[in-house]
């Protein structure tokens, strides 16, 4: 092969779509903007410049295939339904089979394996009777079994764009000027549509048998988590972050236990995708406010140092549902009015919506879930 595989978004096929290109020695072959695992692309660089890692090495893909068929479903070829992700990424080894064997560097974008998780939230529940082991989906000792998947963000540009109402050029200068120009293909080279951003990607966690996502009458429960390491992580108390998690977590293995499935999606988006560091500024503002910490500045102390209270753009977050071929939530497990009408525009249904419990509030957090619910977070009270 002597040039690059033509992308066309959205077609019904794989092989009707095109490969994604944009390995670190793809060449002429090359397709797509920026590189695979873009957020760690500056340890690529340092691996390849002490020698560590050979600017040519492909990944041998033997034995890496999915353990569990997910797709492909109707949205995938739906015109401006998914738009941030390639949803062929998981399959590449055996749908571009042939492309791969004749030298073009293809990888995969989202990884699919099994596996188990311990939470001594869920050990808590199973103390309480809230929950009770079943052997399939949570055992006696709190492991719960899920299905795991990874996915690097794939942008569709011309998408993008028109999901934020811009024009693809603006977005395109927009990302090469705040980059510093590390992209210069983002505008001299306006063929390649397709960029992997240097962003962290989106963790999905399955609760029950994935072929059920095939049948309509499953009942589905949704947690969409953003990141917050340090109260996922640490256990901070001052946010309601990991409580919520934890829930949602309790919520999906009730839900799988009931013949339904339960899905957890952890977006890479540190303090709304400020940035840690803007995020402990903020904490120390608020701290420090003359008038004290209070709901009412809760936002404004955000806005004064970052600019803006909030850059995650929940739009682009119904990509995965989409991809996952979810068309109703039958308990969403949050109270965001941003990502509840996020997937109302999309055309995801929530049938019911489910706050976090008052007991799981940390005592630290009341500013924070005051301020939200004063915003237009959901809340029962109000909702009824």
């Known amino acids: 092969m002597s040039k690059a595989p033509i992308i066309r978004w959205g077609a019904d096929t794989a092989q009707a779509r095109g490969p994604v290109v944009a390995g670190l020695d793809a060449g002429e072959h090359r397709n797509a903007i ?45 015109p401006g339904r998914i738009v941030t992700m390639d949803p062929w990424g998981h399959r590449v080894g ?26 001594p939230e869920i050990n808590a529940a199973l103390d309480s009777g809230r929950l009770s082991a079943d052997g399939q989906i949570l055992g006696r000792t709190g492991d719960i079994r899920v299905t795991k998947i990874a996915i690097e963000p794939v942008w569709w540009l011309p998408g993008v764009a028109e999901r934020l109402g811009l024009a693809e050029q603006a977005l395109r200068q927009a990302l090469f000027t705040v980059t510093d120009g590390m992209y210069p293909a983002l505008l001299s080279q306006l063929e390649r549509k397709v960029f992997l951003p240097p962003i962290g990607g989106t963790s999905v966690y399955l609760f029950g048998d994935p072929a059920r996502l095939a049948r309509p009458s499953t009942r589905i ?54 940035g840690e560091v803007v995020k402990l500024l903020v904490y120390n503002a608020r701290s420090q406010a003359a008038a004290g910490d209070r709901p009412a500045d809760y936002f404004g102390r955000t806005e004064a140092v970052a600019g803006v209270p909030d850059m995650r753009f929940q739009s682009l977050s119904v990509d995965v549902l989409h991809w996952l071929g979810l068309r109703r939530i039958d308990r969403w497990v949050s109270m965001s009015n941003l990502k509840s009408a996020a997937l109302e525009d999309a055309g995801i249904r929530i049938i019911q919506q489910v706050e976090i419990p008052d007991g799981l509030v940390p005592r630290r957090a009341d500013v924070e879930i005051s301020a939200k619910r004063a915003s237009g977070y959901f809340t029962t009270a109000l909702a009824s």
């Not at 055996?94 to 939470?119: K, N, Q, W, Y």
């Not at 390491?229 to 990991?242: I, N």
Request: contains cysteine; aromatic residues 8%.
């Open 34 to 78: 920026g590189v695979h695992a873009g957020a760690f692309s500056v340890y690529q660089a340092l691996a390849v410049a002490t020698g560590a890692l050979s600017i040519h090495h492909r990944p041998d893909l033997t034995g890496t295939a999915p353990p569990a068929a997910l797709g492909p479903f109707p949205q995938w070829s739906e």
């Open 94 to 119: 055996d749908v571009f089979a042939a492309e791969r064997a004749a030298g073009l560097d293809i990888r995969p974008s989202i990884a699919v394996t099994t596996g188990h998780l311990l939470m």
């Open 221 to 274: 429960t949704c947690r969409l988590h953003d990141e917050c390491s340090g109260s996922d992580v640490f256990g901070s108390d001052l946010c309601t972050c990991r409580p919520y998690l934890a829930f949602g977590v309790e919520e999906a293995i009730r839900q799988a236990q009931r013949g339904g499935l339960g899905a957890v999606i952890y977006n890479r988006k540190e303090g709304r995708a400020l």
